[in-house]
Structures are given as structure tokens and as C-alpha cells.
């Protein structure tokens, strides 16, 4: 094996485990029925890729191929244990004698096997918080650091809650399958819920040298056409159409050097016009319904910002309105955040800024970056510069993506010398 054939067999394999680790983990995970042999066997296959591939070429299909190594060396290990535990022995007995089919090894298996693992992390069964990080540790791969992040909590705190809620799932002996329809209504509201995080992380990661980590809000959109397919409800299709439409812009969010550009200064004729029109389509048909909820509101207001063709065309009378409709519907710190920086496009910085302090002022939103900046972006308009600076201070605090906290860093150095 030469050199350089070992040098791009491991780039295939990186590139390979970038792009379908999480989905060949969620086979495995059904395959084996077990989270951490399941992860053990992923990163075993990976390992024998990286040789095999170098020394005989890259397979045919190689997320089968991969699956197919990983529950193989899950035998094995099963075998190994099976000296000081017999159980481990009848289980590695069984999974030989029933070779899964070849064709829900690949691309085309009916039934998602990471929409699976979604509704396997969402049961009821478990608790809400235990749910979405379970999720976003199994499904995303985030580290339990960033999903500690997210929550802002502490990572032993997040660590504890993903190994008590895999407990629940084994001992309780949970069934990875999609639930009969008349149980998806039950379990769809934290499905929806835990795919709309997974493409908020791929749209605007927590952290990193990154805004945007792409593989994530494909993986999201794709999830959610599986969801419109398998359940067609409305706020099903109002997911679809938020994302589709914020993905919309992601060519124009940032620079060639990767710095931030705002929503009023992209350039607009760049924004991906078969996503817009998708998502505008998916969002009349759930507003037509009467029946929608959350997510067909944002979306509704994205496709607003979508449909303005300038910054300075935007109906900020008919997005306040809607702002309103989402506060009742979902009142949240948040949306009241976005609500009065609405306002204050449309009423003058001084009067979303009265808002945002009274946000902060009852503790909401203390240690979310996002609150910090927008005020100091109101502060600066109305010419508060100090107030602006301490802002922007705190907000850089807080933030933990470095294109965020270049761009936290520029605004305030511009006030400095203004």
C-alpha cells in the first residue's frame, strides 16, 4: 500500500464520516438495538475502512458497506464478552442468524432510520429535556459541551441526562420503530420540536469557526419532507416551509472570509428562488388549513421577508401582526424578543428598545447573546455609544461562534472611533 493511496483512503473515510456517520449510526442503532454498541461499532468500521479502502479501493456503496463492517465487529465484540456474561452470547447468536436485508442497508430503506431514531428519542416515556438532548447527541453528533451550551447548563448535568434516558430505552425495552399513526400525533409535537433544533444548529451553529454547519440543515429539510410524507399535517408542512425559506438565504449570510452579512444588506437576487417558492407554496397550503400552529407563523413571517424585493420594502406592519398571532399561540422570551425588534423597524429603535429592556429587566434572556447585540444595535441608532460598547461587551461575552464574535467585535470597535 503506497503512501499516497493510505493518504486518500483516510480523506474518503473523513469525508464519508462528515457526511453519514450520524445516519450509519442510526442503522446500527436499529440493526443492534443498542446506543453504545451501536457507537463502539461505528467507530470500529470506520477504523477498518480507513485500511481496507487504501488496500482494496473504496466499495461500491460504502455506507453499506460500513454498516455492514460495524455490525459485523459488533458480533465480535458480543463473542469477546460473551467469557464473563452469556447473555452477550445468545444475543450475537441471534443477530447471526438474521442477516438484515441488504436493501434497508443503503440509501433507499422505506422507513428513514434517522426519522426512526428521532421518534425512538422522542417517546413519551422519557422526559422532555431528556428527549431533546438525547437527540441532539445521537442525531446531530453534537458534543454533550455544546448541547450543555444550548441549554446553558452544565455538561455533567447534560451527560447524565442522555445516560439515564439510554437506561430508560434498555431497560424499559422501547421499540425503535415509527409508531402506529394513531400514536405519531402524541410524539409529533417534540419531533417537530428537536428537527427544527437540529436545523437551527446547521443554520446557526452554537459554536465553532463556523455560522453554519450545512450537513445538518440538509439533514433537517430532508427529515422534514419525510415528516409532510408520513404524517401531512399542517405545522408539518409550516416546519418544511420555515426552513426551506431561511435555507433560502445561506449563499448571502456570510462573505467569501466567512463574516457575518445582515439581513438588510444581502443581496437578495442571490437568494435560492426554487427554496423560496417551495416554501411559500407550503406555507399557503398550511395557513389554508385554519388548523396551523408555531412553526406555520414563523414561517408565514419568514416568507414575508421572502416575498419583500429590498430590505427597505418589508411590510414590518404585517410581521408585527403576525408577531402578535405567534405571542399568543407561543409565548416565549424569544419571540418576544423578535417581536420587539419588529417594532422597532416598524415604531423607531426607542420603542423596541423599551421592550428588550423590559425583557431583560424581569431576567429573561440574561445570558443569551442574541438580546445583548440587538440592543446594542438600537443603542447605536439612537446614538447611545457607551451604552452601545457595554452592550456589545456583554454580548461578546457570551458568544461562543467566532464569525458572531468577530462581528460583535467590529461593531464595537466602529463605535469606539465613531
Known amino acids: 500500500m503506497s503512501d499516497e493511496a493510505a493518504d486518500r483512503a483516510r480523506e474518503t473515510v473523513d469525508a464519508v464520516y462528515r457526511t ?12 443492534l438495538g443498542d446506543f453504545d454498541l451501536a457507537e463502539e ?10 485500511v481496507q479502502w487504501a488496500r482494496d479501493g473504496v466499495p461500491t456503496k460504502p455506507r453499506a458497506w460500513l454498516v455492514s463492517t460495524g455490525r459485523f465487529k459488533a458480533i465480535d ?11 452477550w452470547g445468545e444475543i450475537a447468536e441471534r443477530l447471526e442468524s438474521t442477516p438484515p436485508d441488504p436493501a434497508s442497508l443503503d440509501d433507499e430503506c422505506a422507513f428513514d432510520d434517522r426519522l426512526r431514531l428521532i421518534f425512538l428519542c422522542c417517546h413519551p416515556a422519557l ?21 450543555a451550551h444550548a441549554f446553558f447548563t452544565r455538561p455533567p448535568t447534560i451527560a447524565q441526562r442522555i445516560v439515564r434516558a439510554k437506561s430508560k430505552i434498555r431497560d424499559a425495552g422501547i421499540s425503535y420503530q415509527i409508531p402506529p399513526r394513531n400514536e405519531l ?19 446557526h451553529a452554537t459554536s465553532g469557526g463556523s455560522l453554519t454547519r450545512h450537513d445538518l440543515s440538509s439533514e433537517a429539510i430532508r427529515l422534514g419532507r419525510l415528516l409532510v410524507e408520513l404524517l401531512p399535517e399542517p405545522e408539518c408542512a409550516g416546519l418544511l416551509a420555515l426552513m426551506l425559506l431561511h435555507e433560502s438565504r445561506r449563499a448571502t449570510r456570510t462573505t ?14 442571490r437568494w435560492n428562488s426554487a427554496m423560496i417558492a417551495e416554501g411559500l407554496d407550503l406555507v399557503r397550503r398550511a395557513l389554508q388549513s385554519r388548523r396551523f400552529g408555531p412553526y406555520a407563523l414563523q414561517a408565514a413571517i419568514a416568507a414575508v421577508h421572502a416575498e419583500a424585493p429590498t430590505a427597505a420594502a418589508t411590510d414590518w406592519p404585517q ?7 405567534l405571542s399568543r399561540a407561543a409565548p416565549s422570551p424569544v419571540v418576544e424578543l423578535n417581536q420587539a425588534a419588529a417594532i422597532a423597524m416598524r415604531d423607531g429603535p426607542l420603542a423596541g428598545l423599551e421592550l428588550m429592556d423590559a425583557i431583560l429587566a424581569r431576567g429573561d434572556l440574561k445570558d443569551y447573546p442574541f438580546a445583548h447585540s440587538a440592543r446594542a444595535e438600537l443603542l447605536r441608532q439612537l446614538g447611545r455609544n457607551h451604552e452601545a460598547r457595554v452592550a456589545y461587551t456583554r454580548a461578546l461575552e457570551l458568544a461562543r ?3 458572531e464574535r468577530r462581528f460583535l467585535e467590529e461593531r464595537r470597535r466602529d463605535l469606539s472611533v465613531s
Open 41 to 50: 461499532a461505528l467507530h470500529d468500521a470506520f477504523t477498518a475502512a480507513v
Open 77 to 87: 465484540s458480543m463473542r469477546r464478552r460473551a467469557r464473563f456474561d452469556a447473555s
Open 256 to 269: 467569501e472570509d466567512g463574516r457575518i452579512v445582515l439581513l438588510d444588506e444581502q443581496d437578495r437576487s
Open 319 to 325: 410581521i408585527v401582526g403576525l408577531y402578535d398571532v
Open 401 to 403: 461562534q467566532e464569525p
Open 185 to 203: 400525533a402524541e410524539r409529533l409535537d417534540m419531533v417537530l420540536h428537536v428537527v427544527y433544533l437540529v436545523f437551527n444548529e446547521g443554520y
Open 20 to 31: 453519514e456517520s450520524r445516519r450509519i449510526l442510526a442503522t446500527l442503532i436499529r440493526l
Open 127 to 147: 422526559p422532555p429535556d431528556a428527549q431533546v438532548a438525547l437527540t441532539l447527541r445521537e442525531v446531530c453528533g453534537l458534543t454533550t459541551e455544546e448541547i
